[in-house]
């Protein structure tokens, strides 16, 4: 087991480097930047040289910050904002640091801005879900995407039984809003739906819609699409007004 405030007297190159924990997180100004680095040094099973110690604060700092930029215009998942940070700094020297130590160091700052709640999977699970409903997607997309993002399982599946529970009829719905969108199936004009039904079926499939779903929707007639249409619009007036 590590003792943090015993000094470490040798070194690889056969020198006396000054290593001193209790110095290095005394001397840290922000109790964040030094959470970070401690978790860091313990995930490493190793100390920080002081030589070392201003260039890695400096470094979480402006991870930390670059993290905080990308979340407010972005609002990703924490894969995505991973994802983010390792393009960035994996292309950059940090010191001597290697690969494996740049990775462990984002981790340990995601695992810290999770913990202040600045990314929250379970939050942009649902928050995209409905996001993509407005757009017409069905249920099947909006799982594939949230599993795109390196969204857990666990959000997922809470995220998908919400939108069940709230509408058996959800990917009915959506579907509708896509022949709306595209306007293919119903919202084309009567001459040309049978000349288009089955490409318009297979636009249908390939968004996530199963064949029960897609047939029943191509073949509702204009007046019944029409009402429905007029429905989803007086719904989305009343919930966003």
Request: proline residues 2%; charged residues 30%; aromatic residues 12%.
């Amino acid at each position: 087991m590590l003792d943090w405030g015993k000094k470490i007297s040798t070194s690889q190159n056969g020198n006396i480097p000054k290593f001193n924990h209790r110095y290095i997180i005394s001397v840290l100004k922000k109790l964040d930047i030094c959470s970070i680095i401690k978790k860091y040094n313990i995930l490493n099973h190793q100390m920080i040289p002081i030589k070392k110690k201003k260039s890695l604060e400096i470094t979480v700092e402006e991870m930390r910050n670059f993290s905080l930029v990308y979340i407010e215009k972005y609002a990703p998942s924490k894969q995505q904002l991973r994802t983010y940070l390792l393009k960035k700094y994996l292309k950059s020297k940090i010191g001597n640091t290697n690969k494996k130590n740049i990775t462990d160091l984002i981790d340990v700052v995601l695992e810290d801005l999770e913990n202040s709640k600045f990314v929250n999977d379970k939050f942009y699970s649902k928050s995209k879900a409905q996001s993509l409903i407005r757009r017409g997607s069905s249920i099947n997309k909006i799982r594939n995407y949230l599993l795109s993002k390196g969204v857990n399982n666990e959000f997922i599946n809470e995220t998908i039984n919400d939108i069940k529970e709230k509408n058996h009829d959800q990917d009915f719905f959506s579907a509708i809003k896509l022949c709306k969108k595209k306007r293919i199936g119903p919202a084309r004009t009567e001459d040309n739906r049978p000349l288009f039904y089955k490409k318009d079926i297979a636009v249908l499939a390939r968004s996530g819609f199963d064949f029960e779903i897609s047939k029943k929707v191509m073949d509702l007639d204009k007046e019944e699409y029409s009402k429905i249409i007029n429905l989803l619009w007086f719904f989305f007036f009343i919930f966003n007004f």
